[in-house]
């Protein structure tokens, strides 16, 4: 083949290339301004179509992230950012990429997350005090929902422990009273195979009061007798 036609193929790819390179830089400057001027939607279009042109772009995932994180997509923000940690070297671009993680993390409250990415963003640069601070606050943070998850869980378990005693308790009451009533029934009184009826129990008064007449009558027939001189005999 020859030369000078490699050259020529070569040259034109160099020529491709710069060309797509300078779209991409274009596309990433014109998505930075809209960025500032927080038209959030617009400065996205830029950033992905810079990604298609070149998609290891760490520049514009970074910048779609955080694009994406102020119109409050969290997870697909999230996502940018973990692709670019796979494919950055310079520290400082990954100190900042952590920095935004961490950011999002403590947004969503999630503070342990938060803590190991303000960690990993301050072992690539130690000097960043905004970070440092960012990691001291959601320290504070963890630890307070820590205790806070702490108090709750002894709450439920006292409150666990006083409903188990207060139906006990009630269970203990009830059994009082069924046995309380068991004692006020009425006792039934035990029939006697030798008791009378009623009619039985007239029958023994009248012959009791005849028998009292009949007495009453002999005295005075004695009494009579001892005036009158004749003592009868008693049959």
């Known amino acids: 083949m020859n030369s000078k036609y490699i050259l020529s193929i070569f040259f034109l790819f160099l020529t491709i290339a710069a060309s797509a390179q300078k779209d991409e830089r ?65 520290k400082k671009k990954l100190a900042h990429i952590y920095h935004n993680m961490g950011v999002i993390f403590q947004a969503g409250k999630d503070y342990e997350q938060a803590v190991q990415a303000y960690k990993m963003s301050l072992r690539n640069d130690p000097t960043d005090d905004e970070t440092r601070y960012n990691l001291a ?34 269970d203990q009451q009830n059994q009082n009273n069924d046995n309380k009533e068991d004692q006020q029934q009425p006792q039934q009184p035990e029939q006697n195979e030798n008791e009378m009826s009623k009619e ?36």
């Not at 963890?142 to 207060?166: C, K, S, V």
């Not at 005295?219 to 009868?232: F, S």
């Open 137 to 170: 606050l959601a320290q504070k943070m963890l630890n307070d929902q820590q205790q806070n998850q702490d108090q709750n869980q002894d709450q439920n378990q006292d409150q666990n422990q006083d409903q188990q005693e207060q139906e006990q308790e009630q």
């Open 26 to 90: 274009d596309l990433i400057r014109k998505g930075n301004r809209l960025f500032n001027d927080s038209v959030f939607v617009d400065a996205e279009v830029n950033y992905r179509k810079a990604l298609e042109l070149n998609p290891g772009s760490t520049v514009s995932m970074y910048n779609l992230g955080n694009t994406l994180s102020q119109q409050q997509q969290f997870k697909e923000a999230m996502e940018q950012y973990v692709s670019a940690t796979k494919i950055e070297k310079d």
């Open 200 to 235: 039985n129990a007239e029958q023994l008064l009248n012959s009791v009061m005849q028998d009292e007449k009949d007495t009453q009558d002999k005295v005075q027939k004695q009494q009579q007798a001892v005036q009158g001189g004749r003592l009868e005999k008693d049959w």
